[in-house]
């Protein structure tokens, strides 16, 4: 959810009543608020893309960079993002933004940041097909010597698709939330909203899904359980109709 914005009537409240007005409470508080519309990460990586169009390289642009951060743009994103701009807003003013990014993202760059204290892993390419958005898997376990444990992280508004985990008998899965803020639900039952040390125990063949809240990052312990005949059925996304309209309880 966006922050409410008082920059304008900070800065300019007695010079340019009006234009304060304008700024906090149509650009921000509707324009940026229509977050079912559009993302607060896609409003970011748009906003950006025109200000370093315009060659506008100073504490607005320095503003939206660290907004971005915020909003999930991750350093590796920022900096594609801008290697891809070179092209189009030139050069020099490229440059110019990587110099302020450098500074946005600093203590991205020697750790990493989510992921709680497993850490955040490597890009979950293996399975992005079932996901909508951004995750990463840092596996724990070698699953050929025991029980397999790994940690899933999901960037805001990531989550995974429908799905259950077939089992003849035993089977399931059991979620551990270890940082972030997310969400699990099974099928004609109302969403959970987790935090970390929470629990979920996810029976077998029960359909369910599980993933970020739109403004946070979430990260929880994956552990397969054991039984006979297992195997994961993927299915359906969860719809962003449905999934912007989640509540907390």
């Given at each position: 959810?966006?922050?409410?914005?008082?920059?304008?009537?900070?800065?300019?409240?007695?010079?340019?009543?009006?234009?304060?007005?304008?700024?906090?409470?149509?650009?921000?508080?509707?324009?940026?608020?229509?977050?079912?519309k559009l993302s607060l990460k896609m409003r970011s990586i748009v906003?950006?893309?025109?200000?370093?169009?315009?060659?506008?390289?100073d504490s607005s642009l320095n503003y939206h960079l660290e907004t971005a951060r915020k909003?999930?743009?991750?350093k590796t994103e920022m900096a594609e993002l801008l290697t891809h701009l070179s092209f189009y807003a030139g050069w020099p003013n490229a440059w110019a933004a990587f110099r302020l990014a450098k500074e946005v993202y600093v203590e991205d760059h020697n750790k990493e940041e989510h992921g709680g204290l497993f850490g955040q892993g490597e890009l979950n390419t293996a399975y992005s097909e079932y996901f909508i958005g951004q995750s990463y898997l840092k596996p724990l376990t070698d699953p050929k010597e025991t029980v397999f444990i790994a940690n899933v992280t999901f960037e805001p508004a990531?989550?995974?698709?429908?799905?259950?985990?077939?089992?003849?008998?035993?089977g399931g899965q059991i979620l551990i939330c270890v940082d972030g803020e997310g969400w699990?639900?099974?099928?004609?039952?109302?969403?959970?909203?987790?935090?970390?040390?929470?629990?979920?125990?996810?029976?077998?063949?029960?359909?369910h899904w599980h993933g970020a809240k739109k403004?946070?990052?979430?990260?929880?312990?994956?552990?397969?359980?054991?039984?006979v005949e297992t195997s994961n059925e993927w299915l359906e996304p969860v719809k962003n109709e449905f999934y912007d309209n989640l509540k907390e309880c």
């Open positions: 959810m966006i922050e409410k914005q008082t920059a304008g009537r900070d800065v300019l409240g007695e010079f340019a009543p009006k234009f304060a007005e304008l700024n906090d409470d149509v650009l921000f508080g509707q324009v940026w608020a229509r977050e079912d906003t950006i893309t025109a200000l370093i169009s315009k060659g506008v390289i909003n999930g743009v991750t990531c989550r995974n698709n429908w799905h259950i985990h077939h089992a003849k008998s035993g699990y639900q099974e099928e004609g039952k109302e969403a959970q909203s987790l935090k970390p040390g929470d629990t979920i125990t996810i029976p077998a063949n029960v359909k403004d946070r990052w979430f990260s929880h312990l994956a552990i397969e359980v054991p039984g």
